[in-house]
């Protein structure tokens, strides 16, 4: 599973000359590749099928995939089953985080873009991370289409581990179908998102 998103993206997109994450274009290329999956069968697998990206703590500023069931679900409009996070902040009993798949996908990547400017070095190896708190976000425009994204997870409801995403993997992350909302579609959702943000389009 990990190998058939990842790895063979990777692979291809190295052989035609696209490095990830170092130049716009390459970006683009590999957002555009990973739309062309459209649909993932078993989330819980792919979450499960390599043990070395499987943490029980996420570090602030990198990207993890995950199940969670929230605690008060029956009290939300809707919810993500499987939040594609950059966490930013912990908490006592949790974390606070940006579920991007709470974003379009045009916005997602407007984000991720600007989420670039954050990171603590262009080596983008495991050593990378987003530099981000909630005072960076709100204090930029650029950052402005964060505020959908912003969630707070407790751990109590972390259903499996956390799948960590290698920062030369964030955007095919971004753009693999895994967002998995209970109680409303993802076109609802991305329209709340965009009522929330004053976006018509």
């Known amino acids: 599973m990990q190998s058939l998103y990842f790895d063979e993206i990777i692979t291809k997109g190295v052989r035609a000359g696209q490095i990830p994450a170092r130049t716009q274009s ?3 290329w590999y957002r555009e590749t990973a739309e062309k999956i459209t649909r993932i069968r078993n989330q819980d697998k792919m979450i499960s099928s390599d043990s070395k990206r499987a943490t029980k703590q996420p570090i602030p500023g990198s990207m993890y995939l995950f199940n969670y069931n929230p605690k008060f679900k029956d009290e939300l409009p809707y919810y993500d089953r499987y939040p594609l996070i950059f966490p930013y902040q912990k908490t006592e009993n949790g974390f606070y985080g940006l579920n991007l798949h709470y974003l379009p996908l045009q916005l997602r990547a407007k984000m991720m873009d600007a989420l670039y400017s954050l990171v603590n070095n262009p080596r983008y190896d495991e050593s990378t991370i987003i530099k981000a708190s909630y005072s960076i976000l709100k204090g930029a425009e650029k950052y402005r289409f964060f505020q959908p994204c912003i969630k707070r997870y407790l ?13 030369s993997e964030w955007d095919i992350a971004l753009f693999l179908p895994t967002e998995s909302f209970a109680k409303k579609t993802k076109t609802q959702v991305w329209a709340e998102s965009k009522k929330m943000l004053g976006v018509r389009k």
């Open 26 to 28: 390459a970006r683009n």
């Open 155 to 167: 751990n109590s409801q972390v259903k499996s581990q956390f799948m960590y995403v290698y920062p």
